[in-house]
């Protein structure tokens, strides 16, 4: 059984982390690496890492900057080490054919539930690590997840990349992929209850095996992740 997140100090980059390109961090409770230039991040062979932010963040620039996913895909992809990568553009690429005549908001539901089921059944077929885009600011989602995870042996891993609002919405602008203002503004504030949550000990639940906070400067510097016994 995993300890409780509030038993595990929250560690902030200057405690103990060199500013090294180089360095490797296996992540274990909460660690804040906010403004530090971390090489690499290593995770068990079989583990699953959400990538989680607010919309614009960065999260499918990560993933390809990562593993090389590529923003026209329609599948998932195969990544270093074994890891499949799921990003929820793969599932709208996929339906965009028959659906894009509509406006977006009336077949994002459908996205959504293609994209979770591809994690479904990755997480119950595929032997390798499992990667996942997901903005992580709904409760019930993280929740499934983890439980999916679990079910399958797998620890869960969360990487949380906090990007100002201002910075996440110049990038929606920047991709020509914008979310309405209310429902931006609604995922923002829920996006900072759960850095609140993590910050103070008391979330998410059920806890992950880790959480790891990034901004754009680590984001930046982060050249691997690595999946190895």
């Given at each position: 059984m995993n300890p409780p997140l509030d038993?595990?100090?929250?560690?902030?980059?200057?405690?103990?982390?060199?500013?090294?390109?180089?360095?490797?961090?296996?992540?274990?409770?909460?660690?804040?690496?906010?403004?530090?230039?971390?090489?690499?991040?290593?995770?068990?062979?079989?583990?699953?890492v959400i990538f989680a932010g607010i919309p614009g963040a960065g999260k499918s620039t990560a993933l390809r900057k990562l593993f090389g996913s590529e923003p026209d895909a329609e599948t998932a992809l195969s990544g270093p080490g074994g890891a499949l990568v799921?990003?929820?553009?793969?599932?709208?690429?996929?339906?965009?054919?028959?659906?894009?005549?509509?406006?977006?908001?009336?077949?994002?539901?459908?996205?959504?539930?293609?994209?979770?089921?591809?994690?479904?059944?990755?997480?119950?077929?595929?032997?390798?690590?499992v990667v996942v885009h997901d903005c992580g600011t709904v409760a019930f989602t993280r929740q499934m997840l983890t439980r999916w995870a679990a079910r399958r042996g797998r620890e869960l891993h969360m990487v949380l990349l906090?990007?100002?609002?201002?910075?996440a919405r110049d990038g929606q602008y920047a991709r020509g992929r914008?979310?309405?203002r209310a429902s931006f503004n609604w995922h923002v504030r829920r996006w900072r209850?759960?850095?609140?949550?993590?910050?103070?000990g008391t979330g998410p639940r059920p806890q992950p095996e880790s959480?790891?906070?990034?901004?754009?400067?680590?984001?930046?510097?982060?050249?691997?992740?690595?999946?190895?016994p």
């Open positions: 038993s595990i100090p929250l560690y902030p980059p200057e405690s103990f982390l060199p500013e090294s390109d180089s360095f490797v961090v296996t992540p274990r409770g909460v660690v804040d690496l906010r403004g530090s230039r971390i090489g690499e991040l290593r995770y068990p062979p079989t583990a699953t799921l990003d929820s553009i793969q599932a709208r690429n996929s339906w965009r054919h028959r659906l894009a005549w509509l406006p977006y908001p009336l077949w994002r539901p459908v996205v959504h539930l293609v994209h979770f089921r591809r994690i479904w059944i990755a997480l119950r077929d595929h032997t390798g690590p906090d990007v100002p609002a201002a910075i914008r979310v309405g209850r759960l850095l609140d949550r993590v910050e103070s959480v790891v906070i990034l901004d754009r400067t680590g984001i930046d510097h982060l050249h691997e992740i690595r999946f190895a």
